[in-house]
């Protein structure tokens, strides 16, 4: 049973930094594309960053881009998602999601990730 585990949110203010984790059982994260999403209250979800199972070229929402960096560690089976400079806008509920198909980039369609953990409220604070 696959089962993916966000932790690592909370309240901050504007300009400052979280690091957002999801933990893994049941898959081995090496062998699959990461993503986190992120949806706000009254909006649609949204792609924030992917990485495959390479770790190589992360894509990240123009949004987000300079600000967040996405990194796993294979040995923890761990994918995380450091977010620094963040803003009241970043406030939303995160989620870590899981891709199984390989594909030549990693995709960033919410319909196209099989596995989704709970989510971890991140709100900032102006």
């Known amino acids: 049973q696959v089962q993916l585990v966000e932790s690592g949110g909370g309240l901050v203010q504007a300009g400052g930094s979280l690091r957002l984790s999801c933990a893994a059982s049941?898959?081995?994260?090496?062998?699959?594309?990461m993503g986190w999403f992120r949806q706000a209250p009254g909006k649609e979800r949204e792609f924030v960053a992917a990485?495959?199972?390479?770790?190589?070229?992360?894509d990240y929402a123009d949004s987000v881009k300079g600000r967040f960096t996405i990194s796993k560690d294979n040995a923890k089976n761990t994918v995380y998602l450091q977010m620094n400079s963040l803003k009241p806008e970043d406030t939303a509920l995160y989620y870590c999601?899981?891709?199984?198909?390989?594909?030549?980039?990693?995709?960033?369609?919410?319909?196209?990730?099989?596995?989704w953990g709970q989510g971890t409220q991140v709100t900032v604070s102006s």
């Open positions: 999601a899981v891709d199984r198909t390989n594909r030549m980039v990693a995709t960033r369609s919410a319909s196209q990730y099989e596995w």
């Open positions: 049941g898959l081995t994260l090496s062998s699959y594309t």
């Open positions: 990485l495959k199972w390479s770790a190589s070229n992360p």
